[in-house]
């Protein structure tokens, strides 16, 4: 009979060895339970991109801005409140004060949904950067807006010369 080996190192290439499939699983996620779990320090994934080449993570556009500046417009807009006339104040205090918070909600559901848009837009400038930042791309940029520019000014000559204000 086999002697029952508790280090699950060896447990799990006993397994392995023996084609014991269900086995050697659980010996390796007992494996992997029972390595340390190293505590990172702050700025970790920062110096390894440093080092490496990459620029660090950011938050795409601003994001923290967005929403910063979202809360000071609230802020102020709560703020500008005070400046109401007392009846006005009433007015809202009767009834109007569930409407504009169901607004206020309404609008930032709106704004949460708009920003998974705004990532991907990010991500799509980002690589459209990266496109034009050689020679050829610039070029291929520089050519296209060219060719904008002339069939912009080309429809407007034409729409131009079909308006009304020609008619005899």
Same mark, same amino acid.
């Given at each position: 009979?086999?002697?029952?080996?508790?280090?699950?190192?060896?447990?799990?290439?006993?397994?392995?060895? &023996?084609?014991?499939?269900?086995?050697?699983?659980?010996?390796?996620?007992?494996?992997?339970?029972?390595?340390?779990?190293?505590?990172?320090?702050?700025? !970790?994934?920062?110096?390894? %991109?440093?080092?490496? #080449?990459?620029?660090?993570a950011?938050?795409?556009? @601003?994001?923290?801005?967005?929403?910063? @500046?979202? !809360?000071?417009a609230?802020?102020?807009? %709560?703020?500008?409140?005070?400046?109401?006339?007392?009846?006005?104040? /009433? &007015?809202?205090? /009767? @009834?109007?004060?569930?409407?504009?918070? #169901?607004? +206020?909600? #309404?609008?930032?559901?709106?704004?949460?949904?708009?920003?998974?848009?705004?990532?991907?837009?990010a991500?799509?400038?980002?690589?459209?950067?990266l496109?034009?930042?050689?020679?050829?791309?610039a070029?291929?940029l +520089?050519?296209?807006?060219?060719?904008?520019?002339?069939? /912009?000014?080309? %429809?407007?000559?034409?729409?131009?010369?079909?308006?009304?204000?020609?008619a005899?």
């Amino acid at each position: 009979m086999p002697k029952l080996d508790r280090n699950p190192l060896t447990r799990w290439l006993a397994a392995e060895r &023996a084609t014991r499939d269900d086995e050697a699983e659980a010996a390796l996620a007992a494996l992997f339970a029972a390595l340390p779990q190293p505590v990172l320090p702050v700025g !970790f994934a920062d110096r390894v %991109l440093a080092r490496v #080449g990459l620029p660090p993570a950011a938050t795409a556009w @601003g994001l923290d801005r967005l929403a910063a @500046g979202l !809360f000071v417009a609230l802020a102020t807009a %709560l703020g500008s409140l005070a400046l109401l006339p007392a009846s006005w104040l /009433a &007015a809202l205090a /009767a @009834g109007a004060a569930g409407t504009l918070a #169901g607004l +206020g909600l #309404g609008l930032a559901r709106g704004v949460s949904l708009l920003l998974p848009l705004w990532r991907g837009l990010a991500e799509v400038a980002h690589w459209a950067s990266l496109a034009v930042a050689d020679p050829q791309g610039a070029a291929l940029l +520089g050519l296209c807006t060219l060719l904008s520019a002339m069939a /912009a000014r080309l %429809l407007y000559g034409l729409l131009d010369e079909r308006s009304p204000r020609y008619a005899d």
